[in-house]
């Protein structure tokens, strides 16, 4: 069974950091696209960042840009979400989510245009981000 595990969410005061993890099991996600979502009370799911597993290019939000840094580690299978100088708008359920990536690699698509919620076949469930004083 495929599955998508977060962790690292919590409670944060404006300008701080919180690093997110996205643990995959039962497949492996060095052929994927894997991209973090967020999703705030009474907005529309959002994308914050995917990377490719397969060569690294990465895509990030410009709500994001120059803030969070999305990594990965192939043996570990799981791939991270570093986010300083956070804001109270940066607060939202966080997941992680994973495509084939094989679109990219044809150059049909690119990470940015596969980095939309309804591009992905498997979802985590979510960690909670809050920032706050």
């Known amino acids: 069974q495929r599955q998508l595990v977060e962790s690292g969410g919590g409670l944060v005061q404006p300008g701080g950091s919180l690093k997110l993890s996205c643990a995959a099991s039962?497949?492996?996600?060095?052929?994927?696209?894997i991209g973090w979502f967020r999703q705030a009370p009474g907005k529309e799911r959002e994308e914050v960042s995917c990377?490719?597993?397969?060569?690294?290019?990465?895509y990030y939000s410009d709500s994001v840009k120059g803030r969070f840094t999305i990594s990965r580690d192939n043996d570990k299978n799981t791939v991270y979400l570093q986010m300083n100088s956070l804001k109270p708008d940066d607060t939202a359920n966080y997941s992680c989510?994973?495509?084939?990536?094989?679109?990219?690699?044809?150059?049909?698509?690119?990470?940015?245009?596969?980095?939309?919620?309804?591009?992905?076949?498997?979802w985590g469930k979510g960690t909670l981000v809050t920032v706050s004083s």
């Open positions: 989510a994973a495509v084939p990536g094989h679109p990219l690699w044809s150059g049909r698509e690119t990470v940015q245009t596969m980095c939309i919620p309804s591009t992905m076949n498997y």
């Open positions: 039962g497949f492996t996600l060095n052929w994927y696209v």
């Open positions: 990377i490719s597993l397969s060569d690294s290019r990465t």
